[in-house]
């Protein structure tokens, strides 16, 4: 379990429902759907620093009871070097399943935007049949490695993200007043790509308060599945909440517990 999204979690079809809590975060996709609004898009991208360090903790319901307890971290290393981080602790229901998974995204922010530099993931059990280890080589356009066991040998184009970095891609956009219609992020050996559409503004009661957001949803054709983020303006574009649906119905839902701004 993860957020991702903000870590977030999809179950592919012909999963059973276990394999489904056990499936890997997919962005703000915090699962892919990681993430215009014609107002933001004409909006003038700010001079002030875009990313600021932050660590937030979320809590995790699939269909209404809660499994997990699931904490992000980014952290800056030098003025273009960050490393993002998630971790998930099992609650309620998901102490019946032995995933615990760590992410971690290194990553290079500059004038090019985001461009994931290295990926690991651990699922937290002995097999580690959902981790990974991905090296993004930009110079050569290549990316290599491991990804849940099947070997990565992939030619990259501008703009491809990891399960992390998605989600620091959308939070770049969005700190510099602008906001992405298209994200792609890397999955196995192939890449997928996502639309992000914003549907509106809502005020929210949180764990920290109530909150103003900017409500996004993403979307990969074909799926069943969409993924909402509400996101607020006056915490950086953190996520307060993600929600996915497939169809009519809701999967998961993730709310905000804590948040540590720097």
Request: with cysteine.
């Amino acid at each position: 379990m993860q957020l991702t999204a903000l870590a977030m979690q999809t179950r592919e079809p012909g999963r059973s429902r276990a394999d489904g809590v056990r499936a890997r975060t997919r962005p703000w996709g915090w699962a892919a759907a990681v993430l215009v609004s014609a107002t933001l898009a004409a909006a003038t991208p700010t001079a002030v620093a875009p990313l600021a360090p932050f660590r937030a903790s979320y809590s995790w319901a699939w269909h209404g009871a809660t499994v997990a307890v699931s904490t992000l971290e980014l952290e800056q290393r030098d003025p273009d070097t960050w490393i993002y981080r998630s971790h998930s602790e099992p609650r309620g229901l998901g102490i019946l399943y032995p995933m615990r998974p760590k992410l971690e995204s290194l990553m290079r922010i500059g004038a090019q935007g985001i461009e994931p530099l290295h990926y690991q993931a651990q699922d937290g059990s002995s097999a580690n049949e959902r981790g990974a280890d991905v090296t993004f080589d930009w110079a050569a356009a290549h990316a290599s490695g491991i990804y849940e066991n099947v070997k990565v040998d992939l030619p990259l184009k501008p703009g491809v993200q990891d399960d992390l970095s998605i989600q620091i891609a959308l939070l770049y956009a969005l700190r510099r007043g602008q906001a992405p219609s298209d994200l792609s992020m890397i999955d196995k050996n192939t890449i997928r790509d996502y639309t992000y559409r914003q549907q509106g503004n809502e005020t929210i009661d949180t764990r920290l308060g109530r909150i103003d957001t900017v409500v996004y949803a993403s979307h990969h054709e074909g799926s069943p599945r969409t993924t909402r983020f509400w996101c607020a303006p006056s915490k950086g574009f953190v996520p307060m909440r993600v929600e996915q649906k497939r169809l009519d119905s809701v999967e998961w839902t993730m709310e905000i517990e804590t948040l540590d701004l720097h």
